[in-house]
């Protein structure tokens, strides 16, 4: 497997809200952890590798409905970056009826959190992990669903529990995020609800409907009797079509263990475990390249065993990392072992939580 692209979702906090928090957590872990770490820096691995080139930013939209480490994905894929079909790529790969045709979304089972007191009118979605789905429920909730989206031209397909996939017409034109976005925003639903799409009217009338069919579903009384979040909404994302088969371009291999803490962290404002979990892969990485370096020595070094192209992502923030200009990465490299130790560390700081 090819190790030249590396892509690390949510590696930075470019929120300026989580800021303040992300940094003191980042510096409180590593301040902790500093004896053991090589030569007294916070993260040597990375800091080795931004050290061959110097890091390029990147500043997406941070109004649109994609996330940083999408639009690389999506690129990668050979898809549209402001709206890639990802539903339609799934189909595509499933081979179901109409993959390359119609429209497709995922459909997210999700619990809605209603406005609690006087003058609260925010509806949040809440972190669909959480519901702990499994199968028979997942399919016991889309059998009961299914006529209803039938009767405006939808279909259900129930890809796995927490995960869904429909298609038809209605969904073309959809432009929804993820999830993992919606919470990371803060979790109001009403910015993200379709509103412009042709479907939108429909798409909002079957949620509606759907949260009065859930509320009395038999599969949610005993899901509440065991203490479970009820499922009692739906959220689609990765909406469109496939314009043409795609045709993927660079491999990457995507580093995702940095994805659940930071979303926890957005949530809840502790990025302890943001930055914990940051000091673990970065040791992981250098082992895993220590490793390899072992086995090549005496032999030719394979480019495809040594990352060329680092991308960290944020939600709306690319910073890139490509030993593309040999001089230009020597010049930084000389320039960082001159750098000391605590102003390099800051640095890193500073590009991990931009301010």
């Not at 659940?260 to 502790?270: E, I, Q, V």
Request: aromatic residues 6%; proline residues 9%.
């Amino acid at each position: 497997m090819s190790f030249s692209h590396l892509l690390i979702p949510h590696a930075l906090v470019d929120d300026a809200v989580a800021a303040p928090a992300a940094r003191a957590a980042l510096q409180a872990t590593f301040k902790d952890a500093a004896p053991s770490r090589a030569r007294g820096r916070w993260l040597p691995w990375l800091q080795d590798q931004l050290g061959e080139a110097p890091p390029r930013t990147r500043r997406l939209d941070a109004q649109g409905a994609v996330s940083a480490h999408e639009v690389i994905l999506a690129q990668a894929q050979g898809l549209d970056p402001q709206a890639p079909p990802w539903a339609a790529l799934r189909a595509h790969t499933l081979r179901l009826p109409d993959a390359g045709t119609t429209a497709w979304a995922f459909l997210t089972p999700a619990h809605w959190v209603l406005p609690q007191g006087v003058g609260q009118t925010q509806v949040r979605l809440s972190d669909p992990s959480q519901l702990q789905l499994d199968e028979a429920e997942a399919r016991a909730f889309c059998v009961a669903m299914q006529p209803y989206f039938a009767e405006d031209g939808l279909t259900l397909h129930l890809d796995r529990p927490g995960q869904w996939l429909v298609c038809g017409e209605a969904l073309r034109g959809l432009r929804s995020p993820a999830p993992g976005r919606v919470l990371a925003l803060g979790g109001d639903v009403a910015p993200w609800l379709p509103s412009s799409s042709p479907g939108a009217p429909l798409l909002r009338r079957l949620q509606n409907e759907m949260q009065m069919l859930l509320y009395t579903h038999a599969a949610n009384d005993a899901r509440e009797a065991r203490g479970l979040p009820s499922v009692n909404s739906f959220w689609l994302h990765g909406c469109g079509a496939l314009a043409t088969a795609p045709e993927p371009q660079a491999p990457w291999i995507v580093l995702d263990s940095l994805s659940g803490p930071a979303l926890h962290g957005h949530a809840h404002g502790d990025w302890r475990a943001w930055a914990e979990a940051w000091r673990e892969l970065d040791a992981q990485l250098a082992a895993r390249m220590a490793v390899r370096m072992d086995k090549q020595e005496g032999a030719p070094t394979d480019p495809a065993q040594t990352p060329t192209r680092l991308v960290l992502c944020g939600l709306d923030t690319l910073v890139t990392s490509e030993r593309s200009a040999p001089a230009a990465g020597a010049w930084w490299h000389r320039l960082r072992q001159r750098v000391r130790r605590g102003v390099q560390n800051q640095a890193l700081a500073e590009l991990l939580v931009p301010a």
